[in-house]
């Protein structure tokens, strides 16, 4: 061999190894997928305790009544096994059912994430079912919920703040 042949050949092999040892063994542990922190729930802001106004209303042939306001101290929670829902109970009592969706002491609408409400199953039951509110800087939350039929509706006014 000569020594331009000997040359090239330990300047090949040279070439060759160099990405092996310009390799380096990670030794980072590997990340176990199923072991991962849960994300945050975009609801999880608006939860906390907060102080409940509200009061019954009653339209009945043109004329509008309200009953006596009703302060209680309640939660807001999110709704397990569900991905937007939230669990708000305003008022103290047995919780009512309009259509499968509980209504007059506790609400479980749909939250989107600019803080407007939803509830769908509530709405779905009746032509005259009403919901709206949503929440003011998530600490303040507004709701007007109602149902009714054949010339008279009724249903509540909730303001719930929250509890420093």
Not at 97 to 117: D, E, F, M, R
Not at 118 to 146: M, W
């Amino acid at each position: 061999m000569t020594s331009m042949n000997h040359f090239k050949y330990i300047l090949y092999t040279l070439l060759l190894l160099l990405p092996i040892w310009g390799c380096q063994l990670d030794d980072s542990p590997t990340i176990d997928p199923t072991n991962l922190p849960p994300s945050i729930d975009f609801r999880t802001p608006y939860c906390g305790d907060f102080a409940f106004t509200s009061y019954h209303w009653t339209f009945i042939m043109g004329n509008q009544y309200y009953r006596d306001t009703v302060n209680f101290v309640g939660t807001i929670a999110v709704l397990e096994g569900t991905d937007s829902s939230l669990s708000i109970r305003y008022r103290a009592g047995t919780i009512t059912y309009n259509c499968g969706a509980p209504w007059l002491t506790v609400i479980t609408p749909k939250l989107n994430a600019g803080g407007i409400l939803q509830y769908p199953s509530f709405l779905t039951c009746s032509n005259h079912a009403s919901f709206e509110g949503g929440f003011d800087r998530k600490d303040t939350l507004d709701v007007k919920i109602g149902d009714g039929g054949l010339g008279s509706q009724g249903g509540h006014i909730i303001r719930g703040v929250r509890i420093l």
